[in-house]
């Protein structure tokens, strides 16, 4: 890492008032780690490499698709089917090369997860499921790190700085003050299922670096056990206080052996492995053709289903529409197999153990990439 | 004010607004009339909209999160916010 300042390139914000030389000392000599380089991480990325941040980690193990494009703008076209830790590493690179970038192209766990945060100040949760969100909460307890948290859905997404003490005897919130628990799989859409504005995540992300510079530099007044909601469809923007309940302690693993035995995977999918078939099983049950098969897609989603034959009635109507389902077996399906989880636990509630309900793992969109792969 | 002295059970108004997908179930705002606490709220809305129970969300009483049974006032807010895991 290179100690001096590049006057020329952090001009425009040295000369701010209460940022100045000593604002700018201090971005160089941090450490910031992103988990998760997608639609948040991109630009709380980029927003961190252009303000020089000395050090920044990036942990990610997916690559990139063209279904990402629309929101994670660190990549191009040329970068489909490339690790996305690496691709964003060289485009920061090229951004400021002053700086320092570690990439861990490799799958957040609770193995690795205290090693890698343990040497970064800060972390940046831009992750895009539950149990990985939990297990990063827990850890930044362990090592007593703060955690500037973002998350989106559809057109609404959360900013907030947990676990931040300026002495290790302060109170401070943490994630489970607000969820205790992790959502069981399907009860929470994720974006694959329910969406997400491209803007918005870009708009969130920048906040995370916003929030982030502003801790490091201790300028203006960081959402400290504050979270902020903004919706990008009314401009609303909603800011609540938090507060730590010492009952969310008890749920925290204790220390750090007993947190790389705790399974995160586990604590958000039992509900999954109640009602989830596999495509075969899902074929062998339609060979018996006594079975009702419901699409709780909405009527205009893709790709069309004209292999078998089913009932379409969206998750929203279904509550009204049970009157339809005669059969004792009622397979439910959807894009990706998280709406018809949700619908699965619905009709359970309505019909008890009177019918077999299953939901068909990986939706309609595993099922026919199964087939096709069949057929080759 | 006068009818305040004259009418001492006054009409108690609850403003509740509604974030994310929860709004799929209950829409943006509620105006309810007469609940006492949080957890009056509760039982009534999940009675009102079947599909609620099963949604995790957390609790703002005029901008503070609540976890226990919170007392309600007259005009008080209500915010009903879903945990979202999108990145």
């Known amino acids: 890492m290179n100690n001096t300042i590049s006057y020329e390139r952090y001009h425009r ?3 701010l008032k209460n940022f100045g030389e000593a604002g700018q ?3 160089l000599k941090a450490k910031v780690l992103v988990i998760g380089a997608g639609g948040l991480g991109c630009p709380a990325l980029q927003y961190l490499a252009a303000a020089g941040i000395g050090t920044i980690g990036i942990v990610d193990d997916d690559v990139v698709s063209l279904s990402n494009l629309h929101r994670q703008i660190l990549y191009s076209v040329n970068d489909i089917g490339f690790p996305k830790a690496e691709r964003a590493a060289g485009k920061l690179g090229q951004l400021n090369p002053e700086i320092t970038i570690i990439t ?9 997860a205290l090693s ?17 969100r939990y297990m990063i909460n827990d850890a930044c307890i362990l090592l007593n790190k703060p955690l500037v948290y ?9 900013v907030a700085i947990f676990n931040y003490k300026k002495n290790p005897a302060e109170e401070a919130v943490n994630y489970r003050d607000l969820f205790p628990n992790p959502p069981k799989e399907g009860e929470v859409l994720n974006c694959a299922e329910a969406g997400v504005l491209g803007v918005l995540p870009g708009i969130i992300g920048t906040m995370q670096a916003n929030e982030t510079i502003k801790l490091i530099t201790g300028i203006g007044k960081p959402l400290i056990n504050r979270m902020l909601t903004f919706n990008t469809l009314n401009n609303r923007a909603y800011e609540i206080e938090l507060f730590a309940s010492p009952e969310t302690r008890l749920l925290i693993p ?5 947190f790389k035995e705790t399974d995160y995977d586990w604590l958000c999918s039992s509900i999954a492995e109640q009602y989830e078939i596999d495509c075969n099983s899902f074929d062998d049950l339609l060979a018996t053709s006594n079975i009702d098969v419901i699409d709780v897609r909405e009527m205009d989603e893709m790709p069309a289903i004209e292999e078998f034959s089913f009932y379409q009635v969206p998750l929203k109507k279904l509550q009204e529409n049970v009157s339809r389902i005669q059969s004792d077996t009622v397979v439910i399906i959807c894009q990706s197999g998280v709406r018809s989880l949700q619908a699965a636990k619905q009709l359970t509630a309505i019909f008890g153990t009177s019918k077999k309900i299953f939901s068909l793992k990986g ?14 | 004010m006068l009818h305040l002295y004259r009418y001492p059970k006054l009409k108690m108004q609850i403003n509740i607004i509604i974030f994310g997908q929860l709004c799929d179930l209950l829409g943006e705002n509620l105006v309810l009339e ?3 606490d949080t957890d009056s709220l509760t039982a009534i809305l999940n009675e009102k909209y079947p599909g609620l129970a099963d949604s995790k969300y957390m609790m703002a009483v005029d901008k503070k999160l609540v976890t226990g049974n919170t007392l309600l006032n007259n005009k008080s807010t209500v915010a009903l916010m879903p945990a979202f895991s999108g990145g």
């Not at chain 1, 973002?150 to 959360?158: K, M």
């Not at chain 1, 204790?254 to 007993?258: D, F, G, I, R």
């Not at chain 1, 939706?363 to 080759?376: N, P, V």
């Open chain 1, 104 to 112: 861990y192209p490799e799958r957040l766990t609770n193995q690795n």
């Open chain 1, 13 to 15: 914000q040295m000369i």
């Open chain 1, 116 to 132: 890698i945060m343990d040497a970064y100040d800060i972390i940046i949760d831009g992750t895009d499921n539950f149990s990985t």
């Open chain 1, 363 to 376: 939706g309609i969109i595993q099922w026919k990439q199964q087939h096709a792969k069949q057929m080759l």
């Open chain 1, 25 to 27: 000392q201090k971005l």
């Open chain 1, 254 to 258: 204790e220390n750090k052996e007993v």
């Open chain 1, 150 to 158: 973002g998350a989106v859905s559809q057109y609404e997404g959360q």
């Open chain 2, 34 to 36: 007469n609940i006492a």
